[in-house]
């Protein structure tokens, strides 16, 4: 049975036999990701929720009800898993709603590199990196994606960035400059301070940050199936490779209301070149020109920051030869929320 088309009918049933007391209207769709298809529902007390059906095998869902769980625990915005287990389509997992909007400010956004940032928006950024540092000073047992019990697969830093860090060699420059990031971020290692595995959000970027939008206050840090063991800054190094620089800066300056010190940015920029040049990889095999292109201009200004030691912790944009082998697509329409000050909608994407 095809996971990513579910039978709603069969799911709600399995639903309320787990003690979930959904309405008369059952599941209706929501949104789709990458790794999940997710489908609205309410209780019959009027309690919105979500319901994931995974699109690919073993999903994490008990890491994520590990993660809410003690993000809870701590008083941290983050949805509830109720349940999360096996029906006749696979696997589904039940969560509640986060209210507001994702700082990406539509549901549908991927990022928000090129667009208007509001007010408001820079406010719940800022509120989201005083929360992230106190989600940071959680510890958790071992490097690496974790389990539902909290655990990690490798017993130092350096072993966990390994695998991020072997140099595949590629046919064209933009290839090329991927694997050249990630030696030269393998020579920096010595850089990172290794002070302990500590829980990371793992995907930490603007659509997985709800806020309401009348108040800028954070509401949500969601999709948790992505939470590991690591190094606080590559948190924010990711947060920092795809977003809007007024972010960013919103962002940091929560996180460190004293300015980050000399080591931390050296982590942030080694950090961000290893996720950068993953992601310049995966932009390239799925054809997406626009965000490839954008990647490698960042990926180009890091790496020769690093060569040059000269660290940054908000990533500049360097043309370079290698964006000439990226087909240009035509830039994204320009955001403005015309409501800045509008009541928290019902949107949410997973």
Request: neutral net charge.
């Amino acid at each position: 049975m095809n996971q990513a088309t579910p039978p709603t009918l069969a799911l709600a049933d399995t639903i309320r036999a787990a003690g979930i007391p959904l309405d008369q209207d059952g599941l209706a769709p929501y949104a789709s990701g990458a790794d999940n298809e997710v489908l609205a529902a309410r209780t019959t007390d009027g309690h919105d929720l979500v319901v994931k059906v995974p699109r690919r095998q073993a999903p994490r869902y008990g890491t994520a009800a590990w993660t809410a769980a003690v993000l809870d625990a701590r008083g941290l915005p983050a949805p509830r898993v109720l349940w999360h287990g096996t029906w006749d389509g696979g696997a589904a997992c039940v969560e509640t709603r986060s209210p507001g909007l994702p700082l990406t400010g539509t549901p549908g956004r991927p990022d928000t590199d090129g667009t208007i940032i509001s007010d408001r928006a820079r406010q719940a950024a800022l509120h989201a990196g005083t929360l992230l540092r106190q989600v940071h000073a959680i510890t958790v047992g071992g490097y690496g994606r974790l389990t539902a019990d909290g655990t990690g697969p490798h017993p130092s830093l350096a072993a966990s960035l390994q695998p991020s860090l072997t140099a595949r060699p590629g046919g064209n420059p933009a290839r090329q400059l991927a694997a050249s990031a990630r030696q030269l971020v393998a020579g920096h290692l010595w850089r990172l301070r290794d002070c302990g595995p500590r829980l990371l959000l793992g995907d930490c970027a603007a659509r997985h940050v709800f806020h309401d939008p009348g108040t800028g206050h954070v509401t949500g840090f969601i999709d948790l199936e992505s939470a590991r063991g690591g190094d606080p800054m590559a948190d924010l190094a990711g947060f920092t490779a795809r977003e809007h620089p007024g972010l960013t800066r919103a962002l940091l300056e929560g996180y460190f209301p004293c300015g980050p010190t000399s080591d931390q940015v050296w982590a942030l920029m080694l950090h961000r070149a290893r996720i950068a040049a993953s992601l310049l990889l995966f932009h390239l095999a799925h054809g997406e020109h626009e965000p490839a292109s954008r990647i490698a201009a960042m990926l180009t200004a890091d790496t020769q920051a690093i060569r040059a030691e000269a660290p940054a912790a908000v990533p500049a944009r360097q043309a370079s030869p290698h964006q000439s082998h990226i087909s240009p697509q035509p830039q994204e329409a320009r955001f403005h929320d015309p409501h800045p000050d509008r009541r928290p909608g019902e949107a949410h994407r997973r």
